[in-house]
């Protein structure tokens, strides 16, 4: 809001005074806000984009530069002071003594700081403040960099002395080496150009490299990755690297990973066992069904019925036997029909209906007590023949 206030005011002084203006200078003592202002305003929120796109049609970026709260004359009444202390307050009627001087004393823009989106590893900063300390030793009291944040020009260095020690590892002492950049017609060269830097596929900074470009990515596949490594980089056999850090990649192995597929057990026997149709049935109801008797002039209304299935667990062949109820005296009488056209099964699973429990249980009696069959049949006038 401060920096829009200036340059409100700066829009009406112009606009009032008659006096020819040259050039225009703006401070400020806030580096987030002159972040704002010398950036893209469709890159922040509507609040902060609608302020930062009028002060960049009344001012230009270029024109605001940094000075230290300390030297700013407009915080002395943000933060309260009394009418007679402003009054005798140096700064505030001729602000800081550099401003009457030349530009060469005016103070330096603050070197860039490192933006943590750029996901900077331990060891990049490690390597970075080791050359600071060493440059720092070889310098004089009065040029050493004290800094407690790591400038974006030395991450940089960092990079370039890291790329550099692996090309003369990997394609300056190899004899076979200097062939493979020769395929390129590629040369050497001093620094970041359009021309991208040549690195081996096997390498750990090189893989180092593929996994930053491709956490940057949010984790894409082959060919976005590629495309981003490929603007600055250039790597031997680059798709076979880039296909190998993705498929090691724990997060994109997490979230493509295939659901777990049950391993199924052996068949049973009674499944895979050659054998006559109908030797290893399997039985079970469906149901219930509506059926309607056809009687002519009379209406007789929809009644239940049940189909009882019975299927060969080896040839999946399947009989049907049309029921009127579950009950165990029914299925009998279906089973009976069902052996009579099938023939006799050695074996016959069920899934515990309490009809086919009972009829379990009520042919074990007939086998365990055969005489008291016999005068039960006898008793029902049933002769029988043997």
Known sequence: MAALLCARLKRYLEKELTLPIQEITCWGD???????????????????????????????????????????PAD?????????????????????????????????????????????????????????????CQSLASERTTDVNLSVKELRNTEARWLREVQVKEFGIKPNSAERVREFEQFLDQDESKHPIILPHNHPVTELLIKDHHVRQMHAGVNQTLVAIITRFWIVRTRNAV??????????????AQP???????LPADRVTESPPFSHTGVDFAGPLFVRPEVQGRDTGANKAYVCIFTCLT???????????????????????FISRRGRPRVIQSDNFRSFKLADTFIQCMFRDPDGVVSMLTSKACRIEI
């Open 30 to 72: 806030s580096r987030v806000a002159l972040a704002w202002i010398k950036g893209a305003s469709a890159r922040w929120k509507p609040f902060v984009a609608n302020r930062v796109q009028e002060i960049q049609e009344s001012v230009s970026p270029q024109c605001w530069r940094y000075c230290l709260t300390k030297e700013n």
């Open 76 to 136: 002395i009444p943000s933060r309260g002071c009394s009418l007679g202390t402003l009054i005798n307050t140096a700064l505030w009627w001729h602000g800081p003594p550099w401003l009457m001087q030349g530009r060469e004393n005016w103070p330096n823009e603050p070197a860039a700081i490192a933006d943590d989106n750029e996901h900077l590893t331990v060891e990049q900063n490690l390597t970075a403040s080791c050359l600071r300390f060493a440059r720092n």
């Open 243 to 256: 296909k190998k850090i993705i498929r090691s990649c724990p997060v994109c192995r997490r979230v493509d």
């Open 260 to 266: 777990y597929r049950l391993r199924m057990s052996d």
């Open 315 to 337: 040839t999946r062949a399947s009989h049907l036997e049309l029921l009127r109820e579950q009950t165990t005296d029914t299925f009998l009488q279906g089973l009976q029909r």
